[in-house]
């Protein structure tokens, strides 16, 4: 029998203890385990076993060429010219300039601007580099939808069946002939 792979879908992070148990019995069992988040400050607090690969969703989205460049037009250069002109006795005045220019100006254009024309050009681009992630490592023997906020994506992802001809909600809920259980 071949090792097993599976791809959990964990984006909501409110079963952060189930998904790292069954990974981790899963590794132990001599499978493979992808478990992709949405943002790994939400699993503070939890191991992942050796071999389990941990994918952040937001850090796929930040790598985005769009995204990255809004990044560094928007924040990254703003907060860098206005923490060389802080230099010395007027550090704390940059400072507090930082803080209201992130407040009042980069969130806005983030919101306002940014992320209009960025979904009307791109999509769902969240969608298509979790795709592509999961092709790339592909493919895969069961698609585990670990929380509520998975389900969306999940379903786009499962219309694919030839990466995942399996979907679950954990590795306890799939019938022994279909994938084989992990020990």
């Known amino acids: 029998m071949s090792e097993q792979r599976v791809f959990f879908l964990a984006l909501g992070g409110n079963r952060a203890r ?5 990974a981790a019995r899963l590794a132990a069992a001599g499978g493979r385990a992808t478990v992709v988040v949405d943002d790994v400050a939400q699993w503070r607090g939890q191991r992942f076993a050796p071999g389990v690969r941990v994918v952040e969703l937001a850090r796929l989205q930040r790598a985005h060429l769009p995204v990255a460049a809004e990044q560094l037009v928007v924040h990254r250069a ?8 802080g230099r010395g006795r ?8 930082a803080r209201a220019y992130e407040r009042r100006v980069a969130s806005r254009v983030h919101r306002r601007v940014f992320l209009p024309v960025y979904e009307r050009l791109w999509g769902d681009a969240r969608y298509r ?3 592509r992630e999961a092709a790339r490592r592909g493919p895969f023997d ?8 998975s389900i969306p994506m999940a379903t786009r992802l499962a219309a694919d069946g030839r990466m995942f001809p399996n979907v ?3 590795l306890d809920s799939v019938s022994p002939g279909s994938v ?3 020990a």
């Open 18 to 22: 189930v998904v790292v148990e069954e």
């Open 78 to 85: 703003p907060r860098k010219a206005l923490r060389m002109l």
């Open 90 to 97: 007027l550090a704390p005045w940059s400072q507090r300039a």
């Open 129 to 131: 580099l979790l795709h």
């Open 142 to 149: 069961l698609l585990v939808v670990a929380d509520p906020v």
């Open 168 to 170: 679950a909600y954990g």
């Open 180 to 182: 084989a259980q992990p």
